[in-house]
């Protein structure tokens, strides 16, 4: 056992020995440290936010249905709205739910990301496959009792945080040169509202992969566009609206990506791969002035 400071016993009284150390254990260190680090504060809030019954409810109905208003989101489950407000803030609070305005209307999406890595860094390294196999057989048994029908998913939305201005981060939404850079494909617009814009390829050969039109501008705050990656295919429900919010704070920006009104499915799996890798090298790039090493949407089809 070690002591940093001991007090011997004699007859005349107490006095204290010469101060004798010795490095302190993992454990030890932890004790002592009073420090938290943000990391640790961000991690405590999701483990909070998830330990309630309550507030994972509200994470299984907005993974059902995502986008939902106040209102829709407990009138079916008979709760007060003061009460759902105080869980929901909870949940916005780790993360784990982004709120987005239109009009007067507040909607809140899932964000995975906390999950996502919680995930990384406790499961991944140790038992992912074996987990994966075991889910992989639950999801193909439930896959043969399920009925035809099918919920359709039609939102996404992915939120990050940057270190940088409002004013960099739309520019680099929306300048051609910055896109081609961390996109691999250069955004083409005057970015005013009722115009067209492309994604174009930066091969040489000029053509673009998706199309769509300027819907709202309102530099460096907000940009709607549409998002048309098969415009000639004929969409009953009208093409898929891309929604970039950029809120300031301080030092760093929020960034939150709304696509909605998706197709089906396979485009949801697609662009919840697609977003995440292209914001991670927007990130890198206003943050470190590189992208990344490697296109971090070739990750996605790396097998695990």
């Not at 909070?48 to 509200?58: G, N, S, V």
């Not at 907005?62 to 939902?68: I, K, S």
């Not at 075991?134 to 996404?156: F, H, W």
């Not at 115009?195 to 039109?213: L, M, N, Q």
Request: aromatic share 6%; with cysteine.
């Amino acid at each position: 056992m070690c002591f940093t400071r001991s007090t011997l016993r004699l007859d005349d009284g107490e006095r204290e020995d010469p101060v004798r150390t010795c490095p302190l254990t993992y454990a030890g260190k932890c004790l002592h440290n009073s420090v938290v680090t943000e990391e640790t504060h961000e991690i405590d809030s999701v483990f909070k936010a998830l330990a309630d019954p309550t507030r994972r409810m509200l994470l299984d109905r907005l993974r059902d249905h995502n986008g939902q208003t106040l209102s829709e989101l407990c009138d079916p489950l008979d709760m007060k709205r003061q009460s759902a407000t105080q869980h929901l803030d909870v949940l916005v609070k780790a993360n784990l739910v982004a709120v987005v305005r239109r009009g007067r209307e507040r909607l809140h999406y899932l964000n995975p990301v906390p999950i996502h890595e919680v995930e990384e860094r406790w499961i991944s390294g140790f038992e992912k496959p074996r987990l994966q196999m075991l889910s992989d057989i639950k999801n193909r048994a439930e896959e043969y009792a399920m009925t035809e029908t099918v919920t359709a998913i039609t939102n996404y939305v992915y939120v990050t945080y940057i270190r940088a201005t409002a004013e960099q981060v739309w520019n680099a939404l929306t300048d051609a040169d910055l896109t081609a850079k961390y996109w691999g494909h250069a955004n083409i617009s005057d970015w005013e509202p009722g115009s067209p814009w492309e994604h174009r390829r930066t091969d040489g050969s000029e053509r673009a992969d998706v199309v769509g039109k300027v819907l709202e501008a309102e530099p460096p705050s907000r940009l709607v566009i549409t998002f048309e990656d098969a415009p000639d295919e004929d969409k009953p429900g009208g093409p898929s609206v891309v929604t970039f919010l950029i809120q300031p704070h301080h030092d760093i920006v929020r960034l939150t990506v709304s696509h909605e009104n998706l197709a089906n499915t396979a485009m949801y799996e697609g662009i919840s791969n697609g977003w995440p890798a292209v914001l991670a090298n927007l990130k890198s790039l206003l943050e470190t002035g590189e992208v990344l090493p490697q296109a971090p949407w070739d990750v996605a089809n790396v097998n695990p």
